[in-house]
T-cell receptor, first 113, second 109 residues
Framework: DTEVTQTPKHLVMGMTNKKSLKCEQHMGHRAMYWYKQKAKKPPELMFV???????INESVPSRFSPECPNSSLLNLHLHALQPEDSALYLC????????????FGPGTRLTVT | QQPVQSPQAVILREGEDAVINCSSS?????VHWYRQKHGEAPVFLMILLKGGEQKGHDKISASFNEKKQQSSLYLTASQLSYSGTYFCGTESSTDKLIFGTGTRLQVFP
């Protein structure tokens, strides 16, 4: 199984809402990532988890809160977002030490109104 | 700093060749290439390590010149399935993986 799944596929939320994005993989990968991608732009790294511990936070605003409850799951909790946070949020996973070979999920298309 | 890719966009007929370049201002450990089809997730194509090696993946190959901090992706005899946006990704002493600016490739029959 080389699939990374993400739910939901689409999400519309108001600026006062709290929501969560979910990501799951069963490839035994111990590195997981969150990326933000704006239209016609490359993915921008937000967070990296290695062995379920946060290893990289690319100066992401605190309204984004990641969580890695176990080696297969990765969540991104959203609170008080701004319209400019609307984007495609991609989750990826890889083997530790092979961070260049990441498997991406299909993404969650987020719209903040 | 984000690697710069050129050209920004390429339009090809089936069977034609293309070269996509990726240039970084930093000394690099490795360069990776991904392809993202419209509405889909990026897919890993290949990695090139220091040493100026060239790698191939079907009719897609790439080279890495570490001294010039550049990599090139070569697509030969392009197929319709090659359409998409190509991103290079670079690894340096300070950055695990930064994606380049992207090159949009469209192949027409």
């Amino acid at each position: 199984d080389t699939e990374v799944t993400q739910t939901p596929k689409h999400l519309v939320m108001g600026m006062t809402n709290k929501k969560s994005l979910k990501c799951e993989q069963h490839m035994g990968h111990r590195a997981m990532y969150w990326y933000k991608q704006k239209a016609k732009k490359p993915p921008e790294l937000m967070f990296v988890y290695s062995y379920e511990k946060l290893s990289i936070n690319e100066s992401v605003p605190s309204r984004f809160s990641p969580e890695c409850p176990n080696s297969s799951l990765l969540n991104l909790h959203l609170h008080a977002l701004q319209p400019e946070d609307s984007a495609l949020y991609l989750c990826a996973s890889s083997q530790v030490g092979r961070e260049y070979e990441q498997y991406f999920g299909p993404g969650t298309r987020l719209t903040v109104t | 700093q984000q690697p710069v890719q050129s050209p920004q966009a390429v339009i090809l007929r089936e069977g034609e060749d293309a070269v996509i370049n990726c240039s970084s201002s930093k000394a690099l450990y490795s360069v990776h290439w991904y392809r993202q089809k419209h509405g889909e997730a990026p897919v890993f194509l290949m990695i090139l390590l220091k040493g100026g090696e060239q790698k191939g993946h079907d009719k897609i190959s790439a080279s890495f010149n570490e001294k010039k901090q550049q990599s090139s992706l070569y697509l030969t005899a392009s197929q319709l399935s090659y359409s998409g946006t190509y991103f290079c990704g670079t690894e340096s002493s300070t950055d695990k993986l930064i994606f380049g600016t992207g090159t949009r490739l469209q192949v027409f029959p």
